[in-house]
T-cell receptor, first 108, second 112 residues
Framework: AQRVTQPEKLLSVFKGAPVELKCNYSYSGSPELFWYVQYSRQRLQLLLRHVSRESIKGFTADLNKGETSFHLKKPFAQEEDSAMYYC??????????FGQGTELSVKP | NAGVTQTPKFQVLKTGQSMTLQCAQD?????MYWYRQDPGMGLRLIYYSASEGTTDKGEVPNGYNVSRLNKREFSLRLESAAPSQTSVYFC???????????FGAGTRLSVL
């Protein structure tokens, strides 16, 4: 079964604290994984993809095939990082499979 | 460059009413998608159109129909709205076979 699981519905941290949003996937094959972000009153947009191995807005994510995970990390959270984050997997059928989403709240 | 445009932004319907959600993209993308977003459920694919002239069911197609009017436009129709269809609807587009999707701003629909 192809599935993306984000175990935390809500993650609340203080400004300057490290943050890790968890994502686990189930997929037979070589996965292509993404993180999308939706800021308040804005449209869903791509944050980063694992193939590019880049840091966007201080966020990084590493694909761990052994643990079937693609956790999103940032060493020092900022208030403007508060948003809904979705992990997604692109399957061989050409469709994106989204996780349930994690709402990140960064408190001052 | 507007990207993906959805209309309307908000809509309230009574049970049994019908309506069409419109989506248009100006990025010359071949593929278009309709999702619904519900709390705790993430985004679920309703229908998609890999290219002009084709449409296919996604994960949750019941109660919906779609029309790929041309390369730019992909509409979603609710023939007889039900309260369970209260949701936020997103349209997205991508290049054919492309892994990155571009989303519209969403339509917030309430069915009473």
């Amino acid at each position: 079964a192809q599935r993306v699981t984000q175990p935390e519905k809500l993650l609340s941290v203080f400004k300057g604290a490290p943050v890790e949003l968890k994502c686990n996937y189930s997929y037979s094959g070589s996965p292509e994984l993404f993180w999308y972000v939706q800021y308040s009153r804005q449209r869903l947009q791509l944050l980063l993809r694992h193939v590019s191995r880049e840091s966007i807005k201080g966020f990084t994510a590493d694909l761990n095939k052994g643990e079937t995970s693609f956790h999103l990390k940032k060493p020092f959270a900022q208030e403007e990082d508060s948003a809904m984050y979705y992990c997604a997997l692109f399957n061989q059928g050409g469709k994106l499979i989204f996780g349930q989403g994690t709402e990140l709240s960064v408190k001052p | 460059n507007a990207g993906v445009t959805q209309t309307p932004k908000f809509q309230v319907l009574k049970t049994g009413q019908s309506m069409t959600l419109q989506c248009a993209q100006d990025m010359n993308h071949n593929s278009m998608y309709w999702y619904r977003q519900d709390p705790g459920m993430g985004l679920r694919l309703i229908y998609y159109s890999a290219s002009e002239g084709t449409t296919d069911k996604g994960e949750v197609p019941n109660g919906y129909n779609v029309s790929r009017l041309n390369k730019r436009e992909f509409s979603l129709r609710l023939e007889s709205a039900a309260p369970s269809q209260t949701s936020v609807y997103f349209c997205a587009s991508s290049e054919l076979g492309g892994t990155i999707q571009y989303f519209g701003a969403g339509t917030r629909l309430s069915v009473l």
